[in-house]
């Protein structure tokens, strides 16, 4: 098996836990914060989507998908462009609402594409390709996949979790 089959396989699972921590909620139980510091399903969902969009984007010289193919738009968030969630306080968190659950999977269906195309083009050597400076060491397009994998799990996860504790809540 190549590095290639197992990050395609890991970005199908984090696809696959997006539609089932959102599918069957309503626009109520995609919007509740347990706690007013707590992140909701929808902000949860939309920011591990936006990362993966932003990150995988930027390593593999493509046009974010939450710009190209108006996502932005169809949210209607009062954000700026390119924001990803990063450092987000309780109250810009709050501000991350939608109307439906296919929203969500639907911009999320459409990062999953396009980053299914760009891991479908990955050799071994590209792994070791520096995608970010910016950091000692610098960030090779492998660590990169990775840490935007393992975020996105931990999020999907944390998703789940709120799901869980609404459900419970409602019983």
Known sequence: MHAKDILIDGYGRIREEV????????????NARPTP???????LVWHLTRVQDDHL????????????QDWQKRFGLDLP??????GHSPDRVAEVRVD?????TGYHDAVH?????????V???????????RWDPPVTLGVRLVSVLSDALQ?????????GLLQSAAE
């Open 155 to 163: 999020h999907v996860g944390q998703a789940a979790y709120v799901r």
């Open 123 to 133: 050799g071994a050597a590209d792994l070791d390709r520096v995608v970010d400076r």
């Open 81 to 86: 462009p390119r924001d990803i969630g990063y």
């Open 57 to 68: 984007a930027d390593a593999f010289g493509l046009d974010q998908v939450w710009l190209a």
């Open 100 to 104: 439906s659950a296919d929203l969500l």
């Open 19 to 30: 539609h089932a921590a959102v599918d069957g909620l309503d626009p109520e139980d995609l």
């Open 37 to 43: 510091e707590t992140n909701s399903i929808a902000w």
């Open 113 to 121: 594409a396009q980053s299914l195309q760009a891991l479908r083009g």
